[in-house]
Structures are given as structure tokens and as C-alpha cells.
């Protein structure tokens, strides 16, 4: 069993920056591969990346690229999420999640086994 808990959302101006983050507590924890979804009123919640157990391998789907940066300090099972140049699309609820047998860029939410309670990002034009 994982817990997961997000931390660090809040309101921002376009061009602005945030950094959210997820600590995942369980004995197996380190062991899950971690993601950042959204979801945004309205519309499905959606993969944003991903990042290995070991951090080693990240995936960022092509509409964050260049912007977004995952991260992830294994010695206490916490994922970084870093948002930069920020536009009022990116509003939307942020969920961490871990799966353990999935791959990386699976969008299907189903394939995740955890899932925190999320946490708002809106961004203002």
C-alpha cells in the first residue's frame, strides 16, 4: 500500500513559475514509477510526466516539454514537480500518481494503482 500526498499549489500569472510536490509513503514506495496528471473542469484527467523509480528515465508529454521538469529525491520517496513559463491552460488540478507495472508514458489512468488527493495550480492571464 502507497500514500500519496501533494503539496504546493496556488495561483500564479502567466510567464510565472511553481513547484508542486508529492511525498509517497509505504515501505514499496521507492519502488513505483511516479507521474504528475491534470485535470481541468470539464475534461479528462490527463498524463503531464513521468519519472523512474530510480530517477533515472523521465517522459513529458509534448505540450510541457521544455517547461516542466520531474524529479524525484529517492531518499524520502518525494517527486518534484517544476512548472515554468506558465500559461492560463496549465490551470487545472494536479494528481500525483505511481504505478509499479505500467510504462512510463501510459495515459491510461486506469494502469495507476495510487493516486494522491491532488492540488490546484490556476495560472491567470
Known amino acids: 500500500q502507497v500514500q500519496l500526498a501533494e503539496s504546493g499549489g496556488g495561483s500564479v500569472p502567466a510567464g510565472g513559475s511553481l513547484t508542486i510536490s508529492c511525498v509517497g509513503h509505504?515501505?514499496?514506495?521507492?519502488?513505483?514509477?511516479m507521474g504528475w496528471f491534470r485535470q481541468a473542469p470539464g475534461k479528462e484527467r490527463e498524463l503531464v510526466c513521468s519519472?523512474?523509480?530510480?530517477?533515472?528515465?523521465?517522459y513529458y508529454v509534448d505540450f510541457v516539454k521544455g517547461r516542466f521538469a520531474i524529479s524525484r529525491t529517492t531518499a524520502n520517496n518525494t517527486v518534484t514537480l517544476r512548472m515554468n513559463s506558465l500559461k492560463p491552460e496549465d490551470t487545472a488540478v494536479y494528481y500525483c500518481?505511481?504505478?509499479?507495472?505500467?510504462?512510463?508514458?501510459?495515459?491510461?489512468?486506469?494502469?495507476?494503482?495510487?493516486w494522491g488527493q491532488g492540488t490546484q495550480v490556476t495560472v491567470s492571464s
Open positions: 509505504g515501505r514499496t514506495a521507492g519502488s513505483y514509477i
Open positions: 519519472i523512474s523509480s530510480n530517477g533515472f528515465s523521465t
Open positions: 500518481a505511481a504505478t509499479q507495472y505500467s510504462r512510463m508514458n501510459s495515459a491510461n489512468v486506469n494502469t495507476w494503482a495510487y
